[in-house]
């Protein structure tokens, strides 16, 4: 049975930072994309960014560009969104997703929002 678990989120100042997890069980990880999504309150749930099985490529959202990071740990099954910067428009509910199809993150991105698995979600407030 695959699992995905979000963790870290919180309520932050604008200008603060957090490192989101997305712990992954029940699947190879090491060798899926994978990916984060947002999803305000009222709004449609949108790309945030992405990272290719071996961690060599990743794609951001514009919004996210240049203070966003993901990342990922093989060795721990997981992967990280490490958020500095942040702004009250980054207030959302964050999701971690893969599919064991899409190994890149061009194909991930190219089947979005169609993946077999997806998290639970945590919660990001960002407060101004």
């Known amino acids: 049975q695959v699992q995905l678990v979000e963790s870290g989120g919180g309520l932050v100042q604008a200008g603060g930072s957090l490192r989101l997890s997305c712990a992954a069980s029940g699947l190879t990880f090491s060798t899926y994309a994978m990916g984060w999504f947002r999803q305000a309150p009222g709004k449609e749930r949108e790309f945030v960014g992405a990272?290719?099985?071996?961690?060599?490529?990743?794609a951001y959202a514009d919004s996210v560009k240049g203070r966003f990071t993901i990342s990922r740990d093989n060795a721990k099954n997981t992967v990280y969104l490490q958020m500095n910067s942040l702004k009250p428009e980054d207030t959302a509910v964050y999701y971690c997703a893969t599919d064991p199809k899409y190994r890149t993150v061009a194909t991930m991105m190219r089947h979005y929002p169609e993946y077999d698995y997806w998290g639970q979600g945590t919660q990001v407030t960002v407060s101004s």
């Open positions: 990272i290719s099985w071996s961690g060599g490529s990743t």
